[in-house]
């Protein structure tokens, strides 16, 4: 879209929100980042899943890869609180087989270190891992965990302290207590974390338009009252 246009159709949704939604909406702009995403290989559970989702979006995560081998991705209803209304869900569940591997080498070519969670003997601890590179972390399965194509394919692999009789965190915990600290990580460490200008405006946008009812309706009458003014 054109940056002019882009802008002008910006400023006219915003005149039907109040100062607050405004406000509010630039708040969590600043604090969206691509830099780390998630990535979900053949989770069994939709609960689990939206979890995740929810607790990604809260920390301000924008992208999630969900790799389905075996089992079906559905956005679940509850959990997420609404959280999928406002992040990017990425499917991969069209080759015959290796979607693990079609996924995660297609992130590694946009620039993904692939760090893989295992309770393996080659892990590190959180505390260990070097974040300067944008990370793609990958939560496995909940009965087998990472497959071995994940584990062949990682750049590093992490784990969670484990001081119990039980083998594991359940899933979303992993992924709270995981997401938690590298983001915290994230903003001593990174100096360029947040949305570009470009990605925010596409966002800023994107989302003024999800706070209205029939957005496109409006836009039809914007983008022509953009052609009229500059026709001038």
């Known amino acids: 879209m054109d940056t002019h246009l882009q802008q002008f159709l910006i400023q006219k949704y915003s005149e039907?929100?109040?100062?607050?939604?405004?406000?509010?909406i630039h708040q969590v702009l600043s604090n969206r980042t691509e830099y780390i995403r998630v990535v979900l290989e053949d989770l069994t559970d939709p609960h689990n899943v939206n979890a995740v989702f929810r607790t990604g979006e809260?920390?301000?995560?924008?992208?999630?890869?969900?790799?389905?081998?075996?089992?079906?991705?559905?956005?679940?209803?509850?959990?997420?609180?609404?959280?999928t209304k406002w992040i990017d869900i990425h499917q991969y569940n069209q080759q015959t087989e290796?979607?693990?591997?079609?996924?995660?080498k297609s992130l590694k070519k946009k620039g993904y270190k692939i760090l893989v969670t295992s309770p393996n003997e080659k892990a590190k601890s959180m505390e260990e891992?070097?974040?300067?590179?944008?990370?793609a972390?990958?939560?496995?399965?909940?009965?087998e965990g990472v497959s071995r194509e994940a584990l062949q394919i990682a750049d590093e692999i992490i784990s969670i302290p484990n001081y119990g009789f039980t083998?594991?965190?359940?899933?979303?915990?992993?992924?709270a207590?995981?997401?938690?600290?590298?983001?915290?990580?994230?903003?001593?460490?990174?100096?360029?974390w947040q949305f570009s200008p470009e990605v925010y405006s596409r966002?800023?946008?994107?989302?003024?338009?999800?706070?209205?009812?029939?957005?496109?309706?409006y836009q039809n009458y914007f983008v022509k009252a953009f052609d009229d003014q500059n026709n001038i």
């Not at 891992?129 to 990370?135: A, E, F, K, R």
């Not at 965190?169 to 992993?174: I, L």
């Open 16 to 24: 039907f929100l109040s100062e607050e939604r405004k406000n509010y």
């Open 137 to 143: 972390l990958v939560f496995g399965n909940e009965k």
């Open 98 to 104: 290796g979607n693990t591997l079609f996924a995660l």
């Open 203 to 217: 966002y800023h946008l994107a989302w003024l338009k999800k706070c209205m009812a029939r957005p496109d309706y």
């Open 129 to 135: 891992i070097d974040i300067s590179q944008p990370i």
């Open 177 to 192: 207590i995981l997401l938690y600290n590298l983001i915290h990580r994230m903003y001593k460490e990174v100096n360029s």
């Open 167 to 175: 083998e594991s965190y359940n899933v979303s915990v992993s992924a």
């Open 58 to 83: 809260c920390l301000g995560i924008q992208h999630y890869d969900v790799i389905e081998n075996n089992n079906p991705f559905k956005i679940g209803k509850g959990v997420s609180r609404g959280a």
